[in-house]
């Protein structure tokens, strides 16, 4: 018999990079799920929400900085099977923004070249994103 089918999330994610070529990573706060893995700034997208538009909302919310859909580029996604929960995860690049990113929520932030995104814990379903980052820049 087969096992029940895990829920779908889909979250979208973003490389914010910089104009010295380095992406941010935010720091997962205690509290929440996976406390202390790097991982690329987003969120879950909400019902009736675009993965564009989430982004949009979720780096105000989570950085203060103001983007646009124009500036969102898709590069690549993440699908990965986590025990409750099936993860499909957008990846987006963003190089124009408004505003210094800054933490809104209590996480770390660092902006990290991308040939030492591997020194970051990540979540599973974040490092298998890094060779494209690498690749892209």
Do not use: N
Not at 25 to 31: D, I, K, S, T, Y
Not at 36 to 56: A, D, H, M, N, Q
Not at 65 to 90: G, N, Q, W
Not at 108 to 117: E, G, I, M, T
């Amino acid at each position: 018999m087969d096992a029940p089918a895990k829920p779908l999330l889909l979250v979208a994610a973003c490389a914010l990079i910089d104009t010295d070529g380095r992406i941010l990573l935010a720091q997962r706060p205690e509290g929440k799920s996976m406390a202390g893995l790097w991982e690329f700034p987003g969120g879950k997208v909400e019902p009736g929400e675009t993965p564009e538009e989430t982004l949009i909302r979720e780096l105000h919310e989570e950085l203060g900085i103001e983007t646009k859909v124009e500036c969102l580029a898709p590069l690549t996604f993440a699908s990965h099977a986590y025990d409750r929960f099936h993860l499909l995860m957008p990846l987006y690049v963003c190089r124009r923004f408004q505003g210094m990113p800054q933490s809104r929520e209590g996480q770390a932030l660092k902006w990290v070249r991308p040939q030492r995104l591997r020194d970051y814990p990540m979540p599973p379903a974040d490092a298998p994103l890094i060779p494209f980052l690498i690749d892209l820049l």
